[in-house]
T-cell receptor
Framework: DSGVTQTPKHLITATGQRVTLRCSPRSGDLSVYWYQQSLDQGLQFLIQYYNGEERAKGNILERFSAQQFPDLHSELNLSSLELGDSALYFC???????????????FGQGTRLTVV | AQTVTQSQPEMSVQEAETVTLSCTYDTSESDYYLFWYKQPPSRQMILVIRQEAYKQQNATENRFSVNFQKAAKSFSLKISDSQLGDAAMYFCAYRLIQGAQKLVFGQGTRLTINP
């Protein structure tokens, strides 16, 4: 058990819908990262939050957004869903997020999103 | 931009034998970390081993060791005495020390252990 909790584990929804994925980082971790794992794209970095603020952005679609709350949990919102959004979405957390941070990222078990 | 390449989509090895998974990366930076992550059928991403680029000594963790060649930008993983539980997807990943802490992953190598 990595200590990172993601809910739900599975999600099936229709095209055009909106879903919210939730992540609770390990106790004490300030940074949260979201990754998308699809069959043809491998693991792709979406976005990082550090202590409530956006720190880095990857190839995240405009239809996707995220936030980190004061209790440090994070949510990834996916809207106007398309078939191609079907993937495994991982959240990871690390101890620090600043320059020179040594802590490796610990991953949650992922949310399997299926868009039908 | 940094890229990570794993040229072996699939590998197989007999139980108790040794197998080496290859990884190359491209970066213009000098300070970074390299990782190997394991993803078993449970889908959990598990950190196997980490190497700091400024360290010349190759990292080892029990049966897992790496061969880090900084000049060649190569980072291979050796698994000794392979066990059935080692069967998984293995991902090589890169991360800067300064600046963005995102992980850049290779496409993965599926490792099969033959009993």
């Amino acid at each position: 058990d990595s200590g990172v909790t993601q809910t739900p584990k599975h999600l099936i929804t229709a095209t055009g819908q909106r879903v919210t994925l939730r992540c609770s980082p390990r106790s004490g971790d300030l940074s949260v990262y979201w990754y998308q794992q699809s069959l043809d794209q491998g693991l792709q970095f979406l976005i990082q939050y550090y202590n409530g603020e956006e720190r880095a952005k990857g190839n995240i679609l405009e239809r996707f957004s995220a936030q980190q709350f004061p209790d440090l949990h994070s949510e990834l919102n996916l809207s106007s869903l398309e078939l191609g959004d079907s993937a495994l979405y991982f959240c990871a957390s690390s101890r620090t997020g600043g320059a020179g941070a040594v802590g490796e990222a610990f991953f949650g078990q992922g949310t399997r999103l299926t868009v039908v | 931009a940094q890229t990570v390449t794993q040229s072996q989509p699939e590998m197989s090895v007999q139980e108790a034998e040794t197998v080496t998974l290859s990884c190359t990366y491209d970066t213009s930076e000098s300070d970074y970390y390299l990782f190997w992550y394991k993803q078993p059928p449970s889908r959990q991403m598990i950190l196997v081993i980490r190497q700091e680029a400024y360290k010349q000594q190759n990292a080892t963790e029990n049966r897992f060791s790496v061969n880090f060649q900084k000049a060649a930008k190569s980072f291979s993983l050796k698994i000794s005495d392979s066990q059935l539980g080692d069967a998984a997807m293995y991902f090589c990943a890169y991360r800067l020390i300064q600046g963005a802490q995102k992980l850049v992953f290779g496409q993965g190598t599926r490792l099969t252990i033959n009993p």
